[in-house]
Each structure stands twice: as C-alpha cells, then as structure tokens.
C-alpha cells in the first residue's frame, strides 16, 4: 500500500520561502497525477499545483509565478518550492496523488475527489 509522507512546513515572513516534500513508499502507476492542495481554516480544500506522469504542470492562479511543483528523477517524491510568500498562503497544505488517464491532470478541474492517495497535511503559516 502507498503511503504519502509530507514534510518541510513551518513558518514564514511575508515575501519569505519555503519547500514542501511529499514522499511516496512504494511504487505509484507509471500513469498518474500528483498535486499539491491547500486548505485555510474555514475553506473548502482547494488545488494549489498539480504535475502528472509526462511532467506536465498546473498552477492556481493565486500562485502561478511564485510557486514551483516538482518531482525527482525516481518520482517518489514531490516538492513544492514556495516563494514569495503572502499571509493569503497560510494553510494546511496535503500532497494527494492517483491514476490519471486521459489527458494532463489540471488544477482548474482536479477536485478532491479525484484522488484517493493523501498525506497527513503539514502546516504553512506566513506572516506579515
């Protein structure tokens, strides 16, 4: 059974950085999607990044030129690269992951439900 591991939450300034980890233990379907999701308190969880098998990412608007997906060479662990970051990004933040066919998997219509595989969550609070 594949298990998802997030690390490297923490605290942050406004305009500050930070990088997330998701690591995997076992093996993933060589076809799937991978993303990052991020959930305030009071909010419904929403989709931050997204990165499928072909490499092929999707950002929110909310974060597109501040934060970076990425896996490693093995793909058995995602990273999510913040920078720039706002007091608006302070969330839980799961990595999720699943089968994926036909077609990139797209942050603008990825939902929850679309992914069976979560990890515990790791806090990010960014303040100004």
């Known amino acids: 059974e594949v298990q998802l591991v997030e690390s490297g939450g923490g605290s942050a300034q406004a305009g500050g950085s930070l990088r997330l980890s998701c690591t995997a233990s076992g093996n993933i379907r060589s076809s799937y999607c991978t993303a990052w999701f991020r959930q305030a308190p009071e909010k419904e969880r929403e989709g931050v990044a997204a990165?499928?098998?072909?490499?092929?990412?999707s950002y929110a608007d909310s974060v597109k030129g501040r934060f970076t997906i990425s896996q490693d060479n093995a793909k058995t662990t995602l990273y999510l690269q913040m920078n720039g970051l706002k007091p608006e990004d302070t969330a839980m933040y799961y990595c999720?992951?699943?089968?994926?066919?036909?077609?990139?998997?797209?942050?603008?219509?990825?939902?929850?439900?679309?992914?069976?595989?979560w990890g515990q969550g790791t806090q990010v609070t960014v303040s100004s």
């Open positions: 999720a992951a699943d089968f994926w066919a036909g077609g990139p998997c797209l942050v603008a219509t990825m939902t929850v439900l679309d992914f069976g595989l």
């Open positions: 990165i499928d098998s072909d490499g092929i990412t």
